[in-house]
Every structure is written in C-alpha cells, then in structure tokens.
C-alpha cells in the first residue's frame, strides 16, 4: 500500500470521526469532534508508543533481563541499518508482537512470553524481523493513530447514546440515530483499519525476510502464531480490540465478534508468499546455513500444545 492511499485512509477516518460527531451534535457537535480529532492525533503522535504499550501491560528489558531476545534485536536492527529500539515483553500466553512508536529513533517492539515460550530463536528472529520493517517504513505511527482514532469513534458513539445522540427538528435526541451509530461506526472505522494495515503485513513480511535473509524462518513463525492465537485468547488485546491491528497476528482470532473482522490479511497468503520468496530468493541469512543467525547452534523448533 503506498503512502498516498494510506493518507487518503487516514483522512477518511478522521472525515467519519468528524461525521459522527455532527450527526450526534450538529455544529457543535461538528466542531468538538474536530477539536478532539485533533488533539487526539497531536497525543498519538507524540504518545503512541507509551499508550499502546500501557494497554499491551507490556514492561522493558535490557540485556541482562532478556539476552536472547536482545541479542536477536539488536543483531537485525544493526542489519536494517536502524537505531536500536526499546525492547518490551508482555505477559501473556498467546505468541505474538507488535512494534509502536512515531518514527525509528523512538521505536519500541514487544513481544508475548507465548511466543519466546514456543518459538525457536530462528523463528523468534523472523517475527522481529518483521516488526523491524514497520518501524523501517513508519507503519508503527500510522497504524498507532489508526488505532486512537478508531477507539476514539467507538468512544464518541456510545458517548452520543448515553446523551440521546442525534439531533430531530427541534433540537431533539434522537436516540434511534444514536443506537445506529453506536454499532455502524465502530465497524466502519475497524474497515478503514483493516484497509490501512492488510496492505502494509505484505509489505512488511516481504522487508522481514530480507532483514533476516532467510523467508522461512517468518513462514515458520507465522504457522505457529496462527494456530496459538486460534486457541490461546489475548486479554490486554480483547480488553483494546483498537489495537489488534498492530500484531504480527491477528489476536482477536481466538474469539469473540471482533475475529470476525480481521484486520490482517489471510494466513495461508502470507505464508505462501514467504515460501515462493524463500524458493526463488538468493538471500542469505546473516551467518552461514548450518548455525544460527549469530553463530548460535541451530535449534530445534519448540512446539507448543496447539501444535
């Protein structure tokens, strides 16, 4: 997805926060959601990154807390030529990750303790990799405002219902407008959502499989992540389904309405495009094909009970 149509996307989002908020005040209406659409994108970007990873219950590390993840990161970041990034783990049972931040000198990329748990260091590396890419390409601040904006239609449409929403011909709530955009506006943003962030998952698994130089690695991973995140729920992400759109995988999908719409492209595709990437690709990966990526000695995949 190029930047302009990513532009456009975000336009449309902030015109459709601007049009709840006339359809639920009028003038008024109009202008109190331009001013908080305007400083809720003036807080993302300059907040993004700590708000996400407060929602994400996400805690720093250094070296001495987490050396192999370190290790991992620091290696690739030196790789894609990229500042070297805050490194975060979230307790949570589900493999999965994200990257945040408004551009790479403040960038911060997390990680479940699911997925150190279950991943083999190679597969750990693909999937940093990965998020390495979002933050190569500034993917982290537009989908992080994505997010804010999409909560935040969310939250103006129950906030229009809980005061009558809508205005009739006298002035009136009209609470039959406020019911409708309590459940239509919260879907239209998560569409716009699901626009700006399928496009950039290609991307970003194509730029993570040159950084790690070696696309099966990422193809490996993601078959993982799809079968946990089916099966092992993520409760900082159901608790913020605005966020979901900014995992590696979709971590929503192990229940409730919000998998049905799915803000990342089919797994299969992904996976498939890795494994044609990985059979025509002369790419290597940063050490020789018989050790890790960093002289360590290859591993064994670790499974986990989904599969």
Known sequence: M???RTALLLAALTGFFLAVGYLLGGQSGLILAFVVALGTNLFAYWNSDKMVLRMANAHEVGPNEAPELFDIVQGLAQRA???????YIIDEEQPNAFATGRDPEHAAVAATTGLLRYLSREEITGVMAHELSHVRHRDTLTMTIAATLAGAVGMLASFGLFFGGGRGENGRGNPIVA????ILAPLAATLVQMAISRGREYEADRMGAEISGQPQWLAS???K???GTQQIPNQAAQANPATAHLY???PLSGGGMASLFSTHPPMEERIARLEAMSGQSNMQPPASPSRGPWGTTQQTPRRGPWG
């Open 2 to 4: 190029n930047y302009f």
């Open 81 to 87: 030529g990229l500042p070297m990034p805050r490194v």
């Open 179 to 182: 019911i409708a955009l309590m």
């Open 221 to 223: 991973a993601l078959a």
């Open 225 to 227: 992540l799809h079968a």
């Open 248 to 250: 590696i995988a979709n």
